[in-house]
Every structure is written in structure tokens, then in C-alpha cells.
């Protein structure tokens, strides 16, 4: 878990090392202990009057494609520097006209021990087309509980970085003081 305290850090050395140029508004930063994820508004095309919805997204995506070709060595370079800085890989993505797309991700391993009852949920999921695989499957119920659970994880999160709070303020982090019941002497 990384603190708030971080976590600003982060976003601060962020702010400072990307190209003024780069996105319309400040980036959105996100992390956990393998990846940070670095995500830009960039203006959207403007494609003719009255153009049709299909034409509209074609554009979107050709605007996506020209922003991640054109701006590919800028990004590898701060990548590289942020992965020296904090141990962890850069992704990138835009958000463009509503639409976000990802350029790049981490796709984490994660170590599960499932009964037979939970691994049946990831196999009708399968069998009925939702995932191809049990990982997958595993994903997509990670994702559906992260969409009706927001405010209890964040929730959640905030009380995590208080205990670690209270955690650095602990005994073995400060001067030592008197025993309670001593005198001090």
C-alpha cells in the first residue's frame, strides 16, 4: 500500500518531469506496488459537420494513434526515469473526447486458493463466454466488485494509510521515553 504522502510525490515528480505540452490538464496518476499508470486528456479531433457517429469515433482513434506514435520517446524517456525513481513500470493511456484508451498495462500475476465453489463461478464463466480463462474470469469479478464498491474501497484505502500513519508514530520509531510507572531517572 502506498501512502498518501507517496502518492503525492509521485504525482508532484510527475507534474514536473512531463512536457508542459504533452496533455491539456494535469495528468491523472495512479499506482500500486507494480505499476504506475499515467493517463492525459488530449484535445479531440474535429472532424466535419454532421458527421456521423462511426466518423466521429474513427477520428477519436486516429487522434489516439497519432498522439501515442508522435510522443513515443518523450514517454519512454520519462518512463525510464520513473521506473529507476520508484521501482515500478510506467503504462500510459489518453483520455480523448470521452473515449480512454490504454496504451500499455501490467498484467499482474495474483496467487489465488480457491475452493471448488469459487472455481465453479470462474468455469460457468467460461463456459458461457464471459472469459476465455480462469485468470480472466477472476479479472472480470475483480472489476465487477471494484464498479459496486468504489466508495466502500476508497473508504477502505483512507482507513489503511491512518493505521499506517499511527503505525510510524509507534515505539520503535521515536526517542525513546520512560516506562510508564518509572520515574524516568
Known sequence: MITAEQREQLR???????????????AEITVDREEITVIGRIPGPRPAEGASPAEREAAVEGRVQEFRERTREDRIAVARDAER?????VSWGVECDGHRALFTHVAAPVMTRLRQPERQVLDTLIASGVARSRSEALAWCVR?????????????????????RVRARGPD?????????TDGG
Open 12 to 26: 508532484g515528480w510527475f507534474t514536473g518531469r512531463l512536457p508542459d505540452d504533452l496533455f491539456e490538464e494535469p
Open 85 to 89: 525513481r520508484f521501482g515500478r513500470k
Open 144 to 164: 465487477l466488485v471494484q464498479r459496486h464498491t468504489d466508495d466502500w474501497l476508497t473508504e477502505l484505502r483512507e482507513s489503511l494509510e491512518h493505521v499506517q
Open 173 to 181: 520509531t521515536g526517542p525513546e521515553e520512560a516506562e510508564p510507572g
